[in-house]
């Protein structure tokens, strides 16, 4: 079946534009997760939907950054007033949510910051 | 703090040898161990993953040994072959599932012919 998809695969913003990402996780699966992958590290947790809840958003680095699953699929990443810091993958993962550890990650957003 | 620690950043093995990763974490509370593998502009993905009630899972070429005392993980791959040179992420979650994941920031393996 289908993976985990993202788009757009590359966007570049000028400072201060507002950006929006969009995952489509696997379909029929509870969780999503997003991540903040900076050049050289590994992935950072930034929040986690269950259905349409979002149940933990300890990991957004700012309030510029929102992150909504209104019908409990697609998910969309936002950034406000993008920063140069902003710069970095951003990816998105999905879990069955049937006691399952494992996430299963789409190919990631390259967001690159002018 | 870093919780999840690979100190190598990158590691060469020549094909049909064993590679060996290692991985050190701090949190005790960690429940679950993962390790994905990433090609370039690709996103991570899952290759194998232990309890931590367990001291060793095997799948195929990859076996995975958590030293709980010692707070250590390690992954080997035998043999290794072109297709495994990636970088692969250490990582570990927490006590709930679906929790979030802590990644470590990778080691890239490079496999000589």
């Known amino acids: 079946g289908a993976g985990v998809s993202q788009s757009p695969r590359y966007k570049v913003a000028k400072r201060g534009q507002d950006v929006a990402l969009r995952c489509d996780p696997i379909s029929g699966h509870v969780s999503l997760f997003w991540y903040q992958q900076a050049l050289g590290q590994g992935p950072e947790f930034l929040t986690y939907f269950q259905n349409e809840a979002q149940l933990d958003k300890s990991g957004l680095p700012s309030d510029r950054f929102f992150a909504e699953r209104p019908e409990g699929s697609v998910s969309t990443l936002k950034i406000q007033r993008t920063q140069q810091e902003d710069s970095a993958v951003y990816l998105c993962?999905?879990?069955?949510?049937?006691?399952?550890?494992?996430?299963?990650f789409g190919p990631g957003t390259r967001l690159t910051v002018t | 703090d870093q919780q999840v620690k690979q100190n190598s950043p990158s590691l060469s093995v020549q094909e049909g040898r064993i590679s060996i990763l290692n991985c050190d974490y701090t949190n005790s509370m960690f429940d679950y161990f993962l390790w994905y593998k990433k090609y370039p502009a690709e996103g991570p993905t899952f290759l194998i993953s232990?309890?931590?009630?367990?001291d060793k899972n095997e799948d195929g070429r990859f076996t995975v040994f958590l030293n709980k005392s010692a707070k250590h993980l390690s992954l080997h791959i035998v043999p290794s072959q072109p297709g495994d040179s990636a970088v692969y992420f250490c990582a570990a979650s927490g006590t709930y599932r679906d929790d979030k994941i802590i990644f470590g920031k990778g080691t890239r393996l490079h496999i000589l012919p």
């Open positions: 993962a999905s879990s069955s949510g049937h006691g399952e550890y494992e996430q299963y």
């Open positions: 232990i309890s931590s009630i367990k």
